[in-house]
């Protein structure tokens, strides 16, 4: 019994000092224990906001025309997105982002009708935090259908191409819109530097070029046509700026076509509109018209200031009732409107008095068949005529206003108006 008391006594002050040790292990200081000194602190997960997250966008092109797709590479580094998003701005009008691979976009421009800045932000979003890139693309409209040029004189065969100092060499064409504005713009450049500009009445248009260049040699003339929508059409013509070949060209023609060859002597004298005095031709030339022309002295006045505007000669019109030429010479038009002879619709006379080389009157008779054609081919009849007085009696067939073919046009070469500068420099019946 002893022992069992003493038993019991034993587990009674075991139990005691193990109430107390449990108390004693569960309190003390709340706080946490300090890490050790020579421990990092620890990290945050590679996604959870850091500070070495970046975000950009690298695209295929920052300059893209109306629904054009550019190519958007996201470059991500430092965390994993939890989500992506694209915006445009200005939203409207709105473009469309596509995924195509893991960090690869695409953005297909919107039409547009003026060029436009879009600024492309995407936001990147990481579990506790996001971050944001931006890239500019412009957007260009669409090109409209440059504008189609047609040439029609001159052409490159080497002599009408061929230009020099002191000529006009007149381009001719037509040009053809193919977009929603029309052509307001027609220019002629040669070595970078425009020479002539004009509006085309309605699709035909003429270019009179005078300068053609500080060098001699091949030159590439440039036609530019522009619409109102800013459509830029070009044609490319070859001429031969060369003041020698062109006056070879013009003497060659005043030796075929405007002068007599005198066998005995071996020289070609020349045979032109005469002033019956000596030197140079400087008056101007006096037109006589009829009261049966009067009522068409419009076209006398075109088809005088055509010859003008090529050779430098001047006339001056005299209508019925004015005081003749103080010279005595001239050339009269008159009409035979009651007489149709087929083989023409106009032809003109040339007298001499002392001197074969020089004449001294011209008569050009206008038919019915005249009256019969339209307003271009009236004017062009009545230059032609002229030029049978003052340059040649022959028709060339050089495709001029001189050239009766069907292919002819109403044009003087640039050889033919030196050729006719060079006439009227000299004396009638002068050697060439």
Known sequence: MKLKGLFFNFLKILLVLGIIVIIIGCSGNDNKPSLPPNLPPPSQPPDSGGENLTVSINPSATEIGSEETVYLTLLIQGGVPTNIRWTQSPSNPLGQFQQVGNNMWTWKAPKVYNRTNFTLTVTVTFPTTSREASTTITVSPPQPNPPVIQITYPWEDG????????????????????????VNKVEAFIDNEKVAETTPNYDYFELDITRFGNRQGNKELIIRATTTDNAIG??????????????????????RYSCIYHEDEGKYRIVRFGNLNNGPYN????VGITSDILPYESYVIEACKFWTKYTGIQFVILKPGDPSSPTGIGI?????????????????????????????????????????????????????????VLLTEYHPNDK???????DSTD??????????????????????
């Not at 070009?234 to 030796?255: G, H, K, T």
């Not at 008056?283 to 006096?286: A, I, N, T």
């Open 159 to 182: 002599k009408v191409n061929v230009v020099g100092d002191n000529i006009i060499l007149t381009v001719k064409g037509y040009v053809y819109s193919r977009s929603n504005g029309y």
């Open 234 to 255: 070009e044609y490319s013509l070859n001429i031969i700026y060369d003041n020698n070949l062109l006056y070879s060209l013009a003497v060659e023609f005043i030796r």
């Open 283 to 286: 008056r101007p030339v006096y």
């Open 332 to 388: 009269y038009i008159n009409a035979k409107f009651d007489q149709d002879p087929g083989y023409a619709a106009a032809e003109a006379k040339k007298g001499a008095q002392n001197d074969i080389h020089e004449i001294t009157s011209g008569v050009i008779i206008l038919y019915a068949g005249w009256l019969r054609e339209n307003e271009k081919y009236k004017f062009r009849i009545i230059a032609h005529e002229i030029g049978h």
């Open 400 to 406: 001029s206003l001189m050239d009766i073919t069907l």
């Open 411 to 432: 044009m003087l070469h640039t050889y033919q108006q030196l050729a006719c500068k060079i006439m009227y420099s000299k004396n009638p019946a002068d050697n060439i």
